[in-house]
């Protein structure tokens, strides 16, 4: 008889924890692992005495659902996805939903999406963040891909997924296709950025201010309580005061070479695409890549020279600037992961509720922090606002922090401390609010050597003009495109 309200593939961490946070909310799961060794395992382990279906073949998960079937992947992105559908497929009708909720490309969701719907069913990209805590007590779920699906899965998502104080689900629908895993991935470069810059602010502390970790740890226990109040901050704080059996401080002991697994590149690589100024995350993305050359960096370090000065100001006034300069860099962030989020919508047909994305951020996920609700009610007050700097309460925030932010990115030059994320946030805010940037002489150099064109201050836009710089070029220009 079939009787599971959803079934699930893939026994690893995040799928174990996803079926037994399912399972805690009453519903019943059926599950299913490549190596059915697994599933036995789970059985008779974590899934022991639960309302969980343990099945040994694609076909026998299938029979065990309820219809309109739902059968949900967390398997590993890319090829295994596709090949689990193909093995879907033929056991399958119409009406029945697949769901992908690893970390895929936007782009193969959206490829999916059509694929699977040309086949008579229905399909859903789905971003679920929170990590494996996050998984069994309240993820973020960010669900897109085909809107018939949407009603068939609300049930589940918004009753395992994490709620707000108020009550409030972190999860609602995102948009077609490929909009779920397109919103997860900015929500992964966002992530990028936020780990980025408090680490150069634990390392202006540490090597610029010479503090030890316990006064750090005292530093964001602090900062936890205020403005900059997050999950990130409130781990960091753990991480400093962490010591291990012997008492060694654990921090101290990890090797400074960082991984990724692709997505904060992916969301650099979209804002490239689409023109967008996504500076802060492209430059957490390429600090990960320099720690990762640990080798060279040890042997450059025994030949480059840097500055020798020492700090000698106010600590205690430093570390109030810090505070600030990580909290406005933090605004930037957002405010160019949210246009981003914009420009995508724009170019792929998405109606994105911006607001409503920056309330499932609130709770169960990785970025999740009191700041986002500052980022929903800006929205809520003008859902058409272009960029969150413009907001009363952003563009206040940033005024508030702009000495301390100043300071901040000088003394780091002046000690040799690098802080490219914090760095590059301060040079975007400065070229925002610029009305006339130096890209006229930029398009001058273009004519000059390519015949590029350029428009005029003095004429209507979208009229474009040659000149021939050296005599020798003549009249013929290139055509005018933007890449």
């Known amino acids: ?38 599933v036995d395992a789970f059985l008779a382990g974590r899934a022991k005495g639960k309302n969980i279906i343990g099945c040994h073949s694609v076909e026998e998960l299938v029979a065990a659902l309820k219809k309109p079937r739902k059968v949900m992947l967390m398997v590993k992105a890319g090829q295994a996805v596709d090949d689990f559908i193909e093995q879907l497929l033929p056991h399958l009708e119409a009406g029945d939903i697949i769901i992908d909720g690893g970390n895929s490309n936007f782009n193969d969701t959206t490829r999916r ?79 990028y950025g936020d780990m980025q810059l408090i680490c150069e602010t634990y390392q202006l502390l540490k090597d610029g201010l010479g503090l030890s970790n316990e006064e750090m740890h005292k530093i964001f226990a602090q900062w936890n309580r205020g403005a900059l109040d997050s999950y990130l901050i409130e781990i960091t704080r753990d ?49 990960r890549c320099l720690s990762a050359i640990k080798d060279e960096r040890v042997a450059a370090s025994k030949k480059l020279s840097g500055p020798r000065e020492k700090f000698r100001g106010n600590k205690k006034a430093f570390v109030d600037d810090l505070k600030n300069a990580l909290y406005a860099s933090k605004i930037c962030s957002y405010a160019q992961g949210f246009q981003l989020m914009r420009a995508a919508a724009k170019e792929y047909g998405w109606n994105l509720n911006y607001g409503g994305i920056a309330l499932m951020w609130r709770g169960g996920c990785i970025i ?13 007050k003008d859902p058409n606002i272009v960029n969150l700097l413009l907001d009363p309460f952003f563009r206040r925030a940033v005024a508030t922090a702009q000495e301390s932010w100043r300071r901040v990115v000088t003394t780091a030059v002046k000690l040799g401390i690098p802080t490219p994320a914090m760095s590059s946030a301060l040079a975007y805010y400065d070229g925002y609010r610029t009305a006339r940037l130096p890209a006229n002489l930029l398009q001058a150099q273009r004519d000059y050597f390519g015949a590029h064109t350029y428009e005029r201050v003095d004429r209507p836009r979208g009229e474009f003009f040659h000149t021939n710089w050296t005599g020798r070029g003549g009249d013929t220009s290139a055509s005018t495109y933007v890449v």
């Open 113 to 191: 999406t059509k694929y699977v719907e040309s086949k008579g069913l229905l399909y859903i990209g789905t971003g679920v963040s929170g990590g494996e805590e996050g998984a069994l007590r309240g993820p973020s779920i960010m669900p897109g891909g085909s809107p018939a699906a949407w009603p068939h899965v609300k049930p589940i998502f918004q009753k395992i997924a994490a709620h707000t104080k108020e009550g409030e689900p972190c999860c609602d629908w995102v948009g077609e296709n490929g909009a779920g895993h397109f919103v997860k991935m900015v929500h992964n470069g966002i992530e």
């Open 1 to 38: 008889m079939s009787q599971a309200d959803i079934g699930l593939i893939g026994l690893a961490v995040m799928g174990e924890n996803l079926i037994l946070n399912m399972e805690s909310k009453g519903f019943t799961v059926a599950c299913y692992n490549r190596t059915t060794s697994k």
């Open 239 to 287: 991480i400093l005061a962490y010591k291990d059996e012997e008492g060694n401080a654990v921090v101290d002991l990890i090797l400074d070479t960082a991984g990724q697994k692709g997505t904060g590149k992916w969301t650099v690589i979209a804002a490239l695409d689409a023109g967008q100024p996504l500076t802060l995350i492209a430059e957490a993305v390429f600090a």
């Open 368 to 380: 999740r922090s009191a700041f986002l609700g500052k980022i929903r009610d800006a929205f809520a």
